[in-house]
RNA sequence: GCGCUUGUAGCUCAAUUGGAUAGAGCAGUCCCGUCCUAAGGGAAAGGUUGGAGGUUCGAUUCCUCCCAAGCGUACCA
């Protein structure tokens, strides 16, 4: 049982009435650990005045033995204040449970399905996608950590117009010694004729990322290639050999190369869907809909009937009969469902998909697959680059992931390359600092917030930043790396001759499971953001004012130690969540 | 036109979902080097929370009306 929880039973023990949203983490540490509005939300329903209710909770609390103090503050805030006796018996808890102290049941029995990083299989990932797959990621390593079965998965959109322009693309314009050919047959018997990333001397996604762009500017610029291009469609859909040939080679190019961005990242799926494997099942959808009265006939096209859902109506099937992205989706969150049985269904996917996902939940509901209460769109804010517009493929201002990625890596080895390591571990250092410094930038901001990325801002690595908290973890570990394991001390100090700075680092790391529950509540990966920053910031001025290992009183020592090891443990855990990679120098 | 989202310090962002004196980082000013890594610590400064009303013990947060930006608005993805 966490904290909140032993105060809430101790405060119901006295009022009986339903507090969960009453008690939280006070704000300033000026103010104790925890703080209760109860008083002042049920004054007036009981008819009472709030300061002498919240006296009254805090005359019959105040010599409970896990409070050293609890006070009342007018209007009628009761702030308590943790004893430190029950602080300190809580780094035994950090030191025992280790990798999993912050581990909390919030979420037991249930099971989540977080859709994120669906990139389309024609291009490079670009820094569009990568918010999609940090956040996606750390709301799934959270929710993990909070008890519940994540299952974490990805569409892939491996069909349609995008994908014939991206073949049209490469067979027209892939041919070795320049000349155009557009027969497919000629292409399945002459494949030799035609480049590869090796003889081109690209990665499989940056060279397909040339060939689509290509693709679908003779496409938008020739009237007779988008019929032909149109027509790839139409004789994929039939399943024409030399088209699938096609197809599958320009594909596993594109999958190939993504794949390298994502491992890197450190991203992963439990289970990916594509779409010829469940697009037909979407046509299905559409005639079973029609013959419940979920769909109408409009124009020759099907369209949905959401009026009752306040939205606006949307066509399901085209009146050339072919299927639309909504039609997927539903028979694919059907899929979903069936196969997984989630409790909640998440998507994480940008906000102009915002009305698109409600009504793929509407009908999904009309169709008893699930309520719309259990589908979660995670929309999150636009990213772009501070300085620069709005990033387009077209106008070719697209920023990709890995070249980030090169660049703030480059950066940090030009910081870190006077240290006495390797050359080999520099450069792992670097990427690993580089890597959580992108990331920590992108989450430590609200999940809506469109944001401004800049290189010298966002990337400084000095204040609110990854390498700060990386910095405050190496810190700790230099410390405990200069004295001989001795891992089994007995935690025990004399506590007054606890300084405030170490009482202020204890208090700060008992409240680590409630950010982990605050955190996933929300899906604000922002809020243990500031956590491990303001635990970092606690520990620089502590490591600044107090000696651990030059600490004469042996038991002081001791107890430093094991209050440094708490904190690096801490920030581990909590990093790791955040998906940022741990080193032990710097 | 309608719908959704956003507007907070010079810049980039927070604010525990209605709580207490609106907090950080960067930039600018000033201080800290015999000492566990200075990617650090400390101090001061910076605000009519886009504007105007309203609701109540209490509003950045909820309601109404303006202003500004972004996105969406059925046969694109």
């Known amino acids: 049982m966490n904290i909140k929880q032993k105060i809430i039973e101790r405060v119901k023990s006295v009022v009986d009435i339903d507090l969960d949203i009453c008690v939280s983490i006070s ?10 509005n109860i008083a002042m939300r049920y004054a007036k329903q009981l008819n009472r005045n709030a300061v002498d209710l919240a006296n009254e909770i805090c005359e019959k609390l105040k010599n409970d033995k896990i409070f050293s103090k609890v006070e ?4 009628g805030f009761i702030n308590f204040w943790l004893s430190d006796e029950f602080l300190i018996d809580n780094l035994d808890e950090v030191i025992t449970q280790g990798n999993s102290y912050g581990r909390v049941d919030f979420g037991k029995g249930k099971t989540w399905l977080i859709e994120h990083t669906s990139p389309n299989p024609n291009k490079a990932m670009h820094i569009g996608h990568l918010r999609n797959n940090v956040f996606g990621m750390a709301i799934a390593n959270l929710a993990e950590f909070a008890g519940f079965k994540v299952i974490r998965d990805a569409v892939d959109n491996n069909r349609g117009i995008a994908i014939a322009k991206l073949m049209w693309g490469y067979l027209k314009f892939g041919r070795i010694d320049g000349n155009h050919i557009e027969d497919v047959t000629y292409w399945v018997d002459h494949v030799d004729e035609w480049l590869t990333p090796e003889n081109a001397n690209k990665r499989p996604d940056r060279f397909m990322d040339e060939f689509y762009i290509k693709g679908s500017s003779d496409f938008s610029e020739n009237k007779e290639v988008e019929i032909k291009v149109r027509n790839m469609v139409v004789l994929w859909e039939q399943e024409d050999k030399p088209i699938w040939k096609l197809w599958e080679k320009v594909l596993n190019y594109v999958h190939e190369g993504q794949a390298l961005t994502l491992q890197r990242l450190g991203s992963r799926w439990d289970h990916v869907w594509h779409e010829h494997e469940h697009y037909k099942e979407g046509k299905n959808m559409v005639e079973l809909g029609l013959k419940k009265g979920i769909f109408v006939k409009s124009d020759g096209a099907v369209i949905t009937q959401l009026k009752k859902y306040g939205i606006p109506d949307t066509v399901i099937e085209k009146s050339d009969g072919t299927s639309l992205y909504i039609t997927q989706d539903i028979a694919l969150t059907k899929k979903k469902i069936d196969t997984f049985k989630g409790d909640k269904l998440h998507w994480v996917v940008g906000p102009d998909q915002t009305l698109a996902l409600k009504q793929v939940f509407a009908v ?7 309520n719309v209460d259990q589908c979660v769109h995670l929309s999150y804010g636009y990213m772009s680059i501070k300085g620069s517009g709005k990033m387009s493929s077209r106008l070719g201002n697209v920023l990709y992931i890995d070249d980030l990625l090169d660049l ?20 792992t250092i670097a990427e690993k600092i580089g890597i959580s410094a992108v990331k920590y930038s992108i989450l430590k901001v609200g999940r809506t917030t469109d944001m401004q990325f800049s290189f010298d801002e966002d990337l400084s690595f000095e204040g609110n930043s990854g390498p700060y908290l990386m910095y405050s973890y190496v810190r700790c570990k230099n410390i405990l790396s ?11 100090v004399d506590k007054s001759k606890l300084s405030e700075y170490e009482i202020l680092l204890l208090r700060k790391l008992i409240v680590f499971d409630e950010v982990i529950v605050s955190a996933v509540n929300g899906y604000s990966p922002n809020l243990l953001c500031s956590y491990l920053f303001e635990l970092s910031k606690l520990f620089s001025s502590f490591y600044e004012k107090v000696p651990v290992i ?15 090891d708490s904190v690096s443990q801490v920030l581990k855990n ?11 120098k710097m």
């Not at 030059?550 to 440094?564: C, G, P």
């Open 550 to 564: 030059h600490e004469k009183d042996n038991e002081l020592k001791l107890f430093r130690l094991s209050l440094v």
């Open 364 to 370: 999904c509901e009309q169709f008893g697959i699930i």
């Open 72 to 75: 009342v503050v007018s209007p």
């Open 27 to 36: 704000e300033n540490s000026s103010r104790g650990d925890y703080t209760s």
């Open 482 to 492: 200069k004295i001989e394991n001795n891992s089994d001390i007995k935690i025990s």
């Open 574 to 584: 909590g990093m790791k969540l955040l998906g940022m990679e741990i080193v032990e």
């Open 408 to 427: 703030v890596a480059g950066k940090v080895f030009e910081q870190i390359k006077n240290t006495e390591v390797s050359l080999d571990e520099k450069k």
